[in-house]
T-cell receptor
Framework: AQRVTQPEKLLSVFKGAPVELKCNYS??????LFWYVQYSRQRLQLLLRHISRESIKGFTADLNKGETSFHLKKPFAQEEDSAMYYC?????????????FGQGTILTVHP | NAGVTQTPKFQVLKTGQSMTLQCAQD?????MSWYRQDPGMGLRLIHY?????ITDQGEVPNGYNVSRSTTEDFPLRLLSAAPSQTSVYFC????WGGGGPGANVLTFGAGSRLTVL
Protein backbone atom coordinates (compact mmCIF):
# COMPACT_ATOMS: atom_id res chain seq x y z
CA ALA A 1 0.00 0.00 0.00
CA GLN A 2 1.16 3.51 -0.70
CA ARG A 3 1.85 6.03 2.00
CA VAL A 4 2.69 9.73 2.07
CA THR A 5 4.44 11.34 5.02
CA GLN A 6 4.78 15.03 5.70
CA PRO A 7 6.94 15.21 8.81
CA GLU A 8 6.20 18.84 9.70
CA LYS A 9 2.72 19.77 10.90
CA LEU A 10 3.71 23.41 11.27
CA LEU A 11 6.36 25.45 9.48
CA SER A 12 7.08 29.11 10.13
CA VAL A 13 9.39 31.33 8.12
CA PHE A 14 9.88 35.04 7.61
CA LYS A 15 9.04 36.81 4.40
CA GLY A 16 11.90 36.57 1.93
CA ALA A 17 13.38 33.45 3.51
CA PRO A 18 13.63 30.16 1.63
CA VAL A 19 11.05 27.53 2.46
CA GLU A 20 11.01 23.78 2.00
CA LEU A 21 8.02 21.58 2.80
CA LYS A 22 9.02 17.96 3.06
CA CYS A 23 7.18 15.03 1.54
CA ASN A 24 8.30 11.41 1.62
CA TYR A 25 6.43 8.55 0.06
CA SER A 26 6.33 4.81 0.18
CA UNK A 27 5.35 3.03 -2.99
CA UNK A 28 6.93 0.13 -4.78
CA UNK A 29 6.11 1.25 -8.29
CA UNK A 30 6.50 4.49 -10.19
CA UNK A 31 4.29 7.10 -8.53
CA UNK A 32 2.68 10.28 -9.74
CA LEU A 33 3.00 13.03 -7.15
CA PHE A 34 1.13 16.24 -6.48
CA TRP A 35 1.09 19.20 -4.17
CA TYR A 36 -2.32 20.60 -3.24
CA VAL A 37 -2.83 23.85 -1.32
CA GLN A 38 -5.66 25.24 0.77
CA TYR A 39 -5.57 28.98 1.39
CA SER A 40 -7.69 30.46 4.15
CA ARG A 41 -11.39 30.36 3.25
CA GLN A 42 -10.64 28.79 -0.13
CA ARG A 43 -11.01 25.32 -1.54
CA LEU A 44 -8.28 22.79 -1.85
CA GLN A 45 -6.65 23.20 -5.22
CA LEU A 46 -3.81 21.73 -7.20
CA LEU A 47 -0.53 23.62 -6.84
CA LEU A 48 1.69 21.47 -9.01
CA ARG A 49 2.38 17.94 -10.18
CA HIS A 50 5.72 16.35 -10.83
CA ILE A 51 5.08 15.29 -14.41
CA SER A 52 4.49 18.90 -15.42
CA ARG A 53 7.93 19.98 -14.22
CA GLU A 54 6.70 23.53 -13.89
CA SER A 55 7.02 26.32 -11.35
CA ILE A 56 3.78 27.63 -9.90
CA LYS A 57 3.77 30.81 -7.79
CA GLY A 58 7.54 30.40 -7.47
CA PHE A 59 7.24 26.89 -6.04
CA THR A 60 9.04 23.90 -7.50
CA ALA A 61 9.17 20.26 -6.51
CA ASP A 62 11.50 17.57 -7.75
CA LEU A 63 10.79 13.89 -7.54
CA ASN A 64 13.76 12.06 -6.03
CA LYS A 65 13.14 8.38 -6.54
CA GLY A 66 16.31 7.38 -4.68
CA GLU A 67 15.21 9.17 -1.53
CA THR A 68 11.50 8.66 -2.27
CA SER A 69 10.87 12.33 -1.71
CA PHE A 70 8.95 15.15 -3.37
CA HIS A 71 9.85 18.24 -1.38
CA LEU A 72 8.23 21.58 -2.22
CA LYS A 73 10.59 24.54 -2.37
CA LYS A 74 10.43 28.27 -2.82
CA PRO A 75 13.51 30.50 -2.64
CA PHE A 76 11.76 33.59 -1.26
CA ALA A 77 8.59 33.06 0.74
CA GLN A 78 5.75 35.60 0.60
CA GLU A 79 3.03 36.27 3.16
CA GLU A 80 0.40 35.10 0.67
CA ASP A 81 2.03 31.66 0.68
CA SER A 82 0.62 31.04 4.15
CA ALA A 83 -1.68 28.05 3.75
CA MET A 84 -2.13 24.34 4.36
CA TYR A 85 -0.12 22.21 1.94
CA TYR A 86 -0.81 18.57 1.14
CA CYS A 87 1.42 16.18 -0.72
CA UNK A 88 -0.46 13.44 -2.59
CA UNK A 89 0.40 10.30 -4.53
CA UNK A 90 -1.35 8.13 -7.08
CA UNK A 91 -0.12 4.85 -8.50
CA UNK A 92 1.80 5.61 -11.65
CA UNK A 93 0.92 4.18 -14.99
CA UNK A 94 -2.80 4.55 -14.49
CA UNK A 95 -5.18 7.40 -14.97
CA UNK A 96 -7.73 6.17 -12.49
CA UNK A 97 -5.84 5.64 -9.27
CA UNK A 98 -6.96 6.84 -5.89
CA UNK A 99 -5.03 9.74 -4.44
CA UNK A 100 -3.35 9.17 -1.09
CA PHE A 101 -2.70 12.35 0.88
CA GLY A 102 -0.15 13.17 3.53
CA GLN A 103 -1.00 14.68 6.89
CA GLY A 104 -0.55 18.23 5.68
CA THR A 105 1.79 21.08 6.66
CA ILE A 106 0.56 24.48 7.78
CA LEU A 107 2.94 27.11 6.45
CA THR A 108 2.99 30.52 8.10
CA VAL A 109 5.03 33.28 6.53
CA HIS A 110 5.63 36.17 8.93
CA PRO A 111 6.11 39.75 7.73
CA ASN B 1 -19.95 26.16 -14.06
CA ALA B 2 -20.50 25.66 -10.36
CA GLY B 3 -17.88 22.90 -10.13
CA VAL B 4 -18.39 20.76 -7.04
CA THR B 5 -21.17 21.84 -4.69
CA GLN B 6 -21.52 20.49 -1.17
CA THR B 7 -24.41 20.99 1.22
CA PRO B 8 -24.78 21.71 4.06
CA LYS B 9 -21.71 23.76 4.95
CA PHE B 10 -22.26 23.25 8.67
CA GLN B 11 -24.22 20.66 10.62
CA VAL B 12 -24.54 19.70 14.26
CA LEU B 13 -25.88 16.27 15.11
CA LYS B 14 -26.56 14.32 18.24
CA THR B 15 -25.06 10.88 18.69
CA GLY B 16 -27.19 8.30 16.92
CA GLN B 17 -28.82 10.66 14.46
CA SER B 18 -28.51 10.07 10.75
CA MET B 19 -27.95 12.55 7.97
CA THR B 20 -26.82 12.90 4.39
CA LEU B 21 -24.11 15.15 3.05
CA GLN B 22 -24.88 16.14 -0.50
CA CYS B 23 -22.37 16.49 -3.32
CA ALA B 24 -23.09 17.50 -6.89
CA GLN B 25 -20.81 18.30 -9.81
CA ASP B 26 -21.61 19.74 -13.21
CA UNK B 27 -18.40 18.84 -15.02
CA UNK B 28 -19.53 15.40 -16.19
CA UNK B 29 -16.78 13.81 -14.12
CA UNK B 30 -16.95 10.06 -13.84
CA UNK B 31 -14.89 9.82 -10.67
CA MET B 32 -16.24 11.21 -7.39
CA SER B 33 -14.95 10.73 -3.89
CA TRP B 34 -15.42 11.70 -0.26
CA TYR B 35 -12.59 12.58 2.10
CA ARG B 36 -12.55 13.55 5.73
CA GLN B 37 -10.02 16.05 7.05
CA ASP B 38 -8.85 15.75 10.64
CA PRO B 39 -5.99 17.60 12.36
CA GLY B 40 -2.76 15.64 12.10
CA MET B 41 -4.41 12.97 9.95
CA GLY B 42 -4.54 14.73 6.62
CA LEU B 43 -7.20 13.81 4.09
CA ARG B 44 -8.47 10.26 4.30
CA LEU B 45 -10.55 8.64 1.60
CA ILE B 46 -13.95 7.39 2.78
CA HIS B 47 -15.67 6.13 -0.38
CA TYR B 48 -15.31 6.70 -4.08
CA UNK B 49 -17.14 6.02 -7.31
CA UNK B 50 -15.94 5.61 -10.88
CA UNK B 51 -19.37 6.02 -12.44
CA UNK B 52 -23.09 5.74 -11.91
CA UNK B 53 -23.94 2.52 -10.10
CA ILE B 54 -20.32 1.82 -9.09
CA THR B 55 -18.94 2.58 -5.63
CA ASP B 56 -16.09 1.27 -3.55
CA GLN B 57 -14.61 1.71 -0.12
CA GLY B 58 -11.67 3.88 0.68
CA GLU B 59 -9.42 3.97 3.72
CA VAL B 60 -12.04 4.78 6.40
CA PRO B 61 -15.48 3.59 5.21
CA ASN B 62 -17.00 2.39 8.49
CA GLY B 63 -20.11 4.26 9.53
CA TYR B 64 -20.70 5.75 6.09
CA ASN B 65 -22.77 4.73 3.08
CA VAL B 66 -22.74 6.05 -0.45
CA SER B 67 -24.67 5.55 -3.64
CA ARG B 68 -24.26 6.86 -7.19
CA SER B 69 -27.52 6.87 -9.08
CA THR B 70 -26.48 9.66 -11.46
CA THR B 71 -23.19 10.99 -12.80
CA GLU B 72 -23.79 14.33 -11.08
CA ASP B 73 -24.59 13.31 -7.51
CA PHE B 74 -22.68 11.39 -4.86
CA PRO B 75 -24.32 11.67 -1.42
CA LEU B 76 -22.61 10.49 1.76
CA ARG B 77 -24.85 9.04 4.45
CA LEU B 78 -24.05 8.79 8.13
CA LEU B 79 -26.24 6.01 9.44
CA SER B 80 -25.83 6.57 13.18
CA ALA B 81 -23.58 9.51 13.93
CA ALA B 82 -20.80 9.15 16.48
CA PRO B 83 -18.53 11.82 18.01
CA SER B 84 -15.61 10.23 16.14
CA GLN B 85 -17.26 11.40 12.93
CA THR B 86 -16.81 15.03 13.89
CA SER B 87 -14.75 16.30 10.99
CA VAL B 88 -14.64 18.38 7.86
CA TYR B 89 -15.83 16.44 4.84
CA PHE B 90 -14.71 17.13 1.30
CA CYS B 91 -16.20 15.88 -1.91
CA UNK B 92 -13.90 15.79 -4.93
CA UNK B 93 -14.28 14.76 -8.53
CA UNK B 94 -12.24 14.32 -11.67
CA UNK B 95 -12.45 12.97 -15.14
CA TRP B 96 -11.85 9.24 -15.39
CA GLY B 97 -9.37 7.76 -17.72
CA GLY B 98 -7.21 9.29 -20.40
CA GLY B 99 -4.12 11.34 -19.96
CA GLY B 100 -3.32 14.97 -20.43
CA PRO B 101 -2.92 17.79 -17.93
CA GLY B 102 -6.20 17.09 -16.16
CA ALA B 103 -5.54 13.43 -15.48
CA ASN B 104 -5.73 12.57 -11.79
CA VAL B 105 -6.33 16.20 -10.82
CA LEU B 106 -9.13 16.52 -8.29
CA THR B 107 -11.64 19.37 -8.11
CA PHE B 108 -12.77 19.87 -4.54
CA GLY B 109 -15.94 21.17 -2.99
CA ALA B 110 -15.90 23.83 -0.29
CA GLY B 111 -16.29 21.31 2.52
CA SER B 112 -18.93 20.44 5.09
CA ARG B 113 -18.12 20.85 8.77
CA LEU B 114 -19.90 18.26 10.88
CA THR B 115 -20.04 18.22 14.67
CA VAL B 116 -21.47 15.23 16.50
CA LEU B 117 -22.31 15.83 20.14
Amino acid sequence: AQRVTQPEKLLSVFKGAPVELKCNYSYSGSPELFWYVQYSRQRLQLLLRHISRESIKGFTADLNKGETSFHLKKPFAQEEDSAMYYCALVAGGTSYGKLTFGQGTILTVHP
Amino acid sequence: NAGVTQTPKFQVLKTGQSMTLQCAQDMNHEYMSWYRQDPGMGLRLIHYSVGAGITDQGEVPNGYNVSRSTTEDFPLRLLSAAPSQTSVYFCASRAWGGGGPGANVLTFGAGSRLTVL
